[in-house]
């Protein structure tokens, strides 16, 4: 395939970048953090060129830190000074295409991998919720949880519902992490926009992006296979915990055997709070990225095992 490596010696198969688009996607970027400039059209091949990159990569990884980008080479044709997003993605697309995981991709005579069935949730009042269905011997399981008031505000000023119903799918990557690893995973939301977002990696609402980003990475990490649907509000069973000045409700979930699953809130807290801090980036850092290694000279040495 033009511009990826195929390689078909042992399964699953991988799909990833050839030396050259890896070469030349770090060029644009190390020139850009080097002189602190990125101008328009050059944004533009950027973008294009990086965008391509990212069909390779596992998912939806990596199409996350693309909004800034899209954004410069929007912009006005005199802008070409970094701005502290723009060089936040910068180095944020530099470590991906180092380190992001290839595609996968199973022949349909290797069988399926265990199936388990998510639902997840979130309210305006910052109530998110997980619930899960998993393989044998794990048994069904719920976890909820309030985020704070300021995290919430700081997703969106005026209707932070999307976010809000991303960190509820960062709540079930991150609470059942061990029920997830190598299974396909059939996720229904209420929620249109949040699904859009998370089935794109992307989104014009930049804390969106970057929580679609979050997503992704943590799927790629358990090798989970994501399905993202959309169930209707009234028959997502992750409603429940959501609401638990309901105390009734939660009748439907000992009926199904579901169980409590504990979180630990502020420490999920923080780790949302991390993934947002990368809407800035220190100069210094950029400098040090940038200097590093001239991973060019690397990447020209390496031969891969197949090509077509």
Known sequence: MLGHVVDLSALPYTLSNSVRRKAGVLAMVEDALSSGRLRPRVAGELAGKFAFACTALYGRVGRAALKPVYERQHSSAFAKKLSPQLRAALLCIHDIVHNAPSRVVLPSYFGSRPTTLAY???????????????RPPFQPAYTAMQLPEDLCRSFAPRNPIEQIETAAVL????????????????LFVDNIAAQGSLIRGFSRSLSQALLCG??????????VGLWVDRVESEANIADVPTRPDKVARFALLRSLGVRCRHVESARFVDQIRRELSALSASPRLAQDV???????????TEIPRKCV
Not at 121 to 133: H, L, M, N, T
Not at 216 to 223: L, T
Not at 290 to 300: D, K, T, V, Y
């Open 120 to 134: 997840t949730d979130g309210q305006g009042e910052g109530w998110i919720a997980a619930v899960i269905f998993p």
């Open 171 to 186: 709540l079930l990557l991150e609470v059942f992490n061990d029920e997830l690893i190598d299974t396909d995973v059939r």
């Open 214 to 223: 979050a997503v992704w990475g943590r799927v790629a990490s358990a090798r």
């Open 290 to 300: 940038a200097q590093l290694i001239p991973q060019r000279l690397l990447f020209a």
